[in-house]
């Protein structure tokens, strides 16, 4: 499953994945350079705003809040 958290500072929004292998294949859909990609262990994610959030969106990515956001990370990437 793909999840973004609501719009936070400055209208950027996390883009996450239950797996890393499913969250680039996403980015890739959408348009996401892979450079954008914030390598961190426990919290690896994308950075998007505007349009890019939009078709994230449009394309399937549940929308949640941040503390939920939290929650998937945890379960997904702290062992």
Avoid: C
Wanted: charge should be positive; charged fraction near 35%; hydrophobic fraction near 35%.
């Amino acid at each position: 499953m793909i999840y973004i958290d609501k719009k936070g500072n400055m209208g950027w929004s996390h883009l996450i994945a239950d797996s890393i292998h499913e969250l680039h294949d996403f980015a890739i859909k959408i348009g996401l350079k892979p450079n954008w990609f914030q390598e961190k262990p426990e919290k690896p994610h994308y950075d998007v705003k505007g349009m890019m959030r939009k078709r994230a969106i449009e394309s399937g990515a549940k929308e949640i809040s941040t503390k939920e956001i939290i929650k998937v990370l945890r379960e997904n990437y702290q062992r």
